[in-house]
């Protein structure tokens, strides 16, 4: 006599078709099937992602060394709202660590990328990453950031979709 495995009570063999009894029968079978393909299934998500095919990173977009850490500020120079938001995701995504973010007191037409640190070429990567944008050395040592990117009225964000 077999019980249910949800009530406990006995069952009859009566009250189930052939088929269900079989699938019955062999359900270890399916639970073992079913969470092998899951495995397999992540082992093959975690090879395709991880597997870049001996592609450079600095090709997709990266543009600072691994290692290298540049500060930046984000400010937005302009009256539209949110454009220093998207010009930080779009700087995080190159490789820039965007460590402030809000809104400056002079409204500007075209980028610019402030060096307050004395690296020129760190500016040149921003300047870069911001589709040409113009590039100023205007050293401050009381600023804890390595450039300061003025994000200006002719600055369009990419199209990138962003959740």
Known sequence: ??????????????????????????RAVFTIAAIGVVVIALVLFRVASSDDGGANPMAEGVLVEPGVRIRVEVL????T??????????????????VAIGN??????????LDRT?????????????????VESRPDSS?????????GAG??????LYP
Request: charged share 25%; aromatic share 8%.
């Open 1 to 26: 006599m077999e019980f249910d495995p949800i009530t406990g009570e006995p069952v009859e063999e009566a009250r189930r078709s052939p088929a269900q009894a079989w699938v019955y029968r062999h």
């Open 118 to 134: 004395g690296h020129p070429e760190w500016a040149a990567l921003a300047a870069t990453a911001m589709h040409g944008a113009r």
């Open 104 to 113: 400056a007191d002079e409204q500007l037409d075209s980028t610019t990328v």
């Open 81 to 98: 709202p949110r454009l220093a938001r998207h010009a930080t995701r779009m700087l995080r995504d190159r490789g820039f660590d965007v």
């Open 143 to 151: 600023r804890y950031v390595d450039l300061t990117v003025l994000v």
């Open 155 to 160: 600055w369009t964000p990419p199209e990138t």
């Open 76 to 79: 937005n120079a302009t009256r």
